[in-house]
């Protein structure tokens, strides 16, 4: 190990469906923030945990930070904000195909309270011309002081190894906080309600929209028989979401359970026989109790 060894914790900000999980998940090396193409795939603090013999970087990915429209929407944008006083960095990152948006000024305003260096991570740079990205960069510079400028490819991992090393420069001398393995901080339970839930956004596509959530009912690990039960209820709005999901003969939900499974097993290392409910909770997203029943809230909120 270095003489300095350095650690820190860096949020990962942006509107929605701009590569935050891609870019976690690719520094990872492994899948622990589930991805899709919707906005709004991430609705939890995902803790990433990227260790060398050097450095030890805690990352957190928020949810995209958007005007709300539902309850769960204000609670999602509220964690997100509340990250930006918790850490070393923040990585604002940009899709750089799409350009500049008003969400990102919404975002920039918030950053302008924060005390943690702000890092410009302008992604999907494989999407556009390298004449384009200059102009782009220069319209971003104009509306806040960014430490540093780092343009990226997160799904081809271009210039990420880049970006590490620009991270690093920036974080305190501190300590181990988690083991040299441990690439996450969350539970199997949730990992995997998680895999459950991308995907039904993958394979639904806009048929059902992000008015889901999975809860694992049970997660027992038997090993006498070298397996893992799980149980998990997928949580729909509406009967036609439900009827969706489930499919023709059960298709759908056959083909949803047999995907999550083989991610699951890949994930924990042993044989998995998930069994998987619907049920239908008419607007759960706008409910208090619900949010803290799932999850999104903290009970003693």
Sequence with gaps: MS???????AAIIGRP???????????????????????????NKIHGIYTTDEEQVIFIDTPGIHKPKHRLGEVMTA???ATLNEVDLILFIIDAEKGYGRGDQFIIDFLEKADSPVFLVVN???????????????????????????????LLGQNTG???KQIRGYLPDGPKYYPDDQ???????????????????????????????????????????????IQATIIVERPSQKGIIIGKAGS?????????????????GSKVFLELWVKVDKDWRDKEEELKNFGYISQEE
């Design 3 to 9: 003489e300095s060894f350095k650690s820190g914790f």
């Design 17 to 43: 469906n701009v590569g935050k999980s891609t870019l976690l998940n690719h520094i990872l090396g492994q899948k622990i923030a589930i991805m899709s193409d919707k906005a709004q795939t991430t609705r």
């Design 79 to 81: 964690m997100a904000l």
């Design 124 to 154: 999907k740079i494989d999407k556009v011309h390298p004449d384009d990205l200059l102009p782009l960069i220069g319209r971003y510079r104009q509306l806040y002081d960014f430490a540093e400028i780092v343009p990226v490819s997160a």
């Design 162 to 164: 880049t970006l590490m």
């Design 183 to 229: 690439v996450t901080d969350h539970p199997e339970r949730f990992i995997a309600s998680e895999l459950i839930r991308e995907k039904i956004l993958q394979l639904t596509r806009d048929e059902v929209p992000h008015s889901i959530a999975v809860i694992i009912e049970q997660m027992k690990h038997d090993k006498e028989r070298g397996i893992v039960d």
């Design 252 to 268: 759908m939900l056959k083909k949803i359970g047999t995907l999550a499974r083989k991610e699951i097993e890949a994930l924990i």
